[in-house]
């Protein structure tokens, strides 16, 4: 009678993994713990929060109307440090802004804390995603469309200064996809200055709207 050969390793034998295996074992165990899931799905949701505005970030700048001294003009404001905001306007009159919203994101600016979303409103044509991309970075929009032509309609990225603590908290109830109107008194620059008086720069939109925002309303 023949024997078969025992093929299975005796308990003195030891087995030595090759280079890649030893590379993948701290993958296998990384997949197999769930922190990597619970790390993925936080990562995916911070980043889905901050492009649509329904979280703000624990270093996100937010007015200070209960410290601030403002002058009956909202032409002056002064923080508790001494540092001074001087505004200045294109005109004394109202403007409105009104239509679908395609982009929602708050200023962190450090240096110019008045200013508290960018909003952008569009109409017409612009507010139509199947005829005109938009995209907003770095306080600027741009648009693309594969027209021939101008599309019709309006596109506006504000730049809101509220009025008020209850228009901050309306401005950052608005949500991308939301048909707004929006009222204010357009803002031709503000000039910082410290806490000796000396100028440290200033802010100026380039194509876009800064607006001392008076009136906010979500339409149905």
Known sequence: MSRKPNLSPSPNESHTPSISQLFLIPLGCLIRSPLLFIGIFLIGY?????????IT??????????TWKIDSAFTSVEDSNGEVWKIRYESKSTTVFE????????????AFPLLSHDILVTSGEFANSSIV?????NHRFYWYSDQSKRPEGTINLLHTVPATEIIFNQLAQIRKGDTVRIKGIEILDIARYDQQGDFRGSWADAGCNTL???SVEILP
């Open 99 to 110: 239509g679908l919203v395609r982009h929602t994101s708050p200023i962190n600016e450090r």
């Open 133 to 137: 991309r938009t995209s907003v970075s």
């Open 57 to 66: 970030l624990l270093w996100t700048t937010v007015p200070e109307f209960d």
């Open 46 to 54: 911070l980043f889905w929060s901050i492009s649509t505005g329904q």
């Open 212 to 214: 001392l925002v008076t």
